[in-house]
């Protein structure tokens, strides 16, 4: 910075107003106040104690009243910004006022290092590190609107800006304040590309990037507005325009969806209500429903009125489940659960359908048959499992679990692939304490029993009718063997029913073996007497002849009684039969 400082008849004014004052004059200077030459760069040299140089003092209306200003020349301004001002090129320019900045220091930079006592002003310009070259990609810049932005439009590579914005160590919370409802509800930032934006209208964020128009205000394919209030979407081409949404992934679409949260890829979901969806191609609807997987969809109810008292939305029917692939959950009223390979509920409420991939043939896609398990009725549990079902009541579930001791014997029920009725286990190994029974005191404990039809308590006598024992009946005749107890007066276990209907019919079938053993003595015995019986009474005399006919009574009445017995034993074969048939398999 250049100084001019006084010229001569400003020297000539003060000599004459400072009495006592000594001027020495040389060739090319003049020097005030002790003696001595002037400095010989000098043009005026004022040397004193306890005396300072006086400049025109004036205020800011005098000061710019002055006519084009040489530069140079200075003045002291005494209101508004006062202080010292030089002009330079017809302008006036002040000199900051470092000492009354507070720091005495020697330090300096362009600004001066001081405290404002005004706003700054950047007139359209940026605040840059380093070269002022640099304001073309990076800086910052903050327009009369107040809106704040940090770098620009990149026009070249630029290797040495790794960051738009850095915090580093930061040990303090990081404050964002809005009020939504307020501002501009039109984004800064409109169209397809990568950026994070706070939404200060919705009071809703954006992270990631979009191909389109989904973080625009309004976007095509959609009712209304395509941001909802209070709604957030991470990842790319996700669009979350219903109240409290939030979505992650990709290509993600909720609409009419207040607080649904979707994560994955390719999820359309209108008209879901508080609920979770996670994987591919699922579509829900309905309130507080889960799904998850891939092609699932679940389609219930979307009716449903706000209770004060649970602080939240009740729905008029329950809401639904559906996981795997392929599976549909649906009915107008929900309450339907489907799990693993299209597994399907066909419109009826309250079922659970629940289906293995065994229509995947060798495991691969390729091969794929697409044989859905579904509903048949309402309130309907329906598996298809085509390995079996097991079905444990104890701990242990495995007789020898390698490296670690059994738990106990395995106990329970199973389906074998193929099978259409429950095996239980039946290995002689696994049991102990074996008391044989009394065939025949089963048969009279039998014969005692109220044995009969009937229909349980509030069930239709005309479609619901039953036979059988009476629990009570069962448990008194068979629930004691000598060693302990089995089963109780409420319920029938059906292994233990099997196996009194089994011993019966042992009982019965050895009655059949006496009755045939018996049937046949007596047929020889018939015969005997046939054979040995006279040709005709002419030479048999009185007696001989009346002892005959007795014994042809005898033999007749006892043909008669084997005739019965036959009969009898025929209708035993064909009930032993008939039994044998009906018992379910058993492990051996």
Request: net charge positive; charged share 15%; aromatic share 8%.
């Amino acid at each position: 910075m250049q100084h001019r400082y006084l010229l001569m008849p400003l020297a000539a004014l003060l000599l004459a107003a400072a009495p006592g004052a000594r001027a020495q004059t040389t060739p090319g200077g003049v020097r005030i106040g002790t003696a001595g030459a002037p400095h010989a760069a000098a043009i005026l040299d004022l040397d004193a104690s306890g005396k300072g140089l006086l400049i025109p003092r004036m205020d800011s209306l005098t000061r710019t009243s002055i006519s084009a200003p040489p530069d140079g020349l200075m003045v002291f301004q005494t209101n508004g910004r006062a202080g010292f001002w030089y002009a330079m090129s017809s302008t006036w320019l002040f000199l900051p006022d470092k000492a009354r900045s507070g720091n005495g220091s020697t330090t300096t930079d362009n600004l001066g290092n001081h405290v404002a006592t005004q706003n700054l002003n950047l007139n359209g310009n940026k605040l840059v590190g380093g070269t002022t070259a640099r304001a073309i990609r990076g800086g910052l810049a903050l327009n009369g609107n107040g809106l704040l932005t940090v770098g620009a439009p990149r026009v070249a590579a630029d290797s040495t800006n790794r960051y738009g914005v850095r915090l580093t160590d930061i040990d303090q919370d990081v404050v964002i304040t809005s009020d939504q409802g307020k501002g501009n509800s039109t984004p800064a930032v409109t169209g397809a590309g990568d950026r994070l934006m706070w939404l200060s209208y919705y009071s809703a964020f954006r992270a990631g990037g979009v191909t389109s128009d989904r973080w625009n205000a309004t976007a095509a394919g959609s009712s209304s507005v395509a941001i909802g209030n209070y709604s957030a979407a991470f990842g790319l081409d996700n669009q979350a325009s219903s109240l409290y949404s939030t979505a992650f992934g990709w290509n993600n679409r909720m609409r009419n969806s207040e607080g649904t949260l979707v994560t994955g890829n390719n999820n359309d979901i209108v008209q879901s209500f508080y609920g979770l969806v996670m994987g591919a191609r699922n579509s829900p609807k309905g309130w507080y429903n889960l799904i998850g997987g891939y092609q699932n969809k679940v389609l219930g109810s979307t009716l449903a009125n706000y209770s004060a008292a649970a602080g939240a939305y009740v729905p008029n029917w329950p809401p639904s489940l559906s996981f795997g692939q392929g599976c549909y959950s649906r009915s107008s009223r929900g309450n339907t659960y489907t799990l693993g390979y299209y597994a399907r509920t066909r419109g009826y409420y309250g079922s659970f359908v629940f289906a293995d991939m065994s229509p995947i043939l060798d495991g691969s896609p390729s091969d794929r048959q697409q044989d859905s398990v579904y509903s048949t009725n309402y309130n309907q549990f329906t598996a298809r499992f085509a390995g079996g079902y097991r079905l444990f009541t104890t701990v242990a579930t495995r007789p020898d679990p390698a490296g670690v001791t059994a738990l106990g014997t395995p106990m329970g029920v199973e389906l074998t692939p193929g099978s259409n009725a429950w095996s239980v286990i039946s290995d002689s190994t696994k049991k102990e304490r074996v008391v044989l029974a009394d065939g025949n005191r089963f048969l009279a404990r039998i014969n005692r029993m109220r044995l009969g039809s009937w229909n349980y308590l509030g069930q239709s006598p005309d479609t619901m009718r039953h036979y059988g024992p009476m629990a009570q009946d069962f448990y008194q005749a068979f629930g004691h063997d000598g060693v302990g107890r089995s089963g109780n007066q409420t319920s029938i276990n059906q292994a233990d029913f099997d196996g009194v209907n089994l011993i019966a019919i042992q009982a019965l079938y050895r009655r059949v073996l006496l009755l045939e053993t018996e049937n046949a003595r007596q047929q020889q015995q018939l015969q005997q007497l046939r054979t040995a019986a006279p040709a005709g009474p002419a030479a048999t005399p009185a007696a001989e002849l009346a002892e005959l006919r007795h014994q042809h009574a005898a033999l007749q009445a006892r043909a008669s009684q084997a005739d019965a017995d036959h009969a009898a034993l025929l209708t035993l074969q064909a009930q032993v039969a008939r039994l044998l048939a009906e018992q379910p398999t058993a492990h051996k």
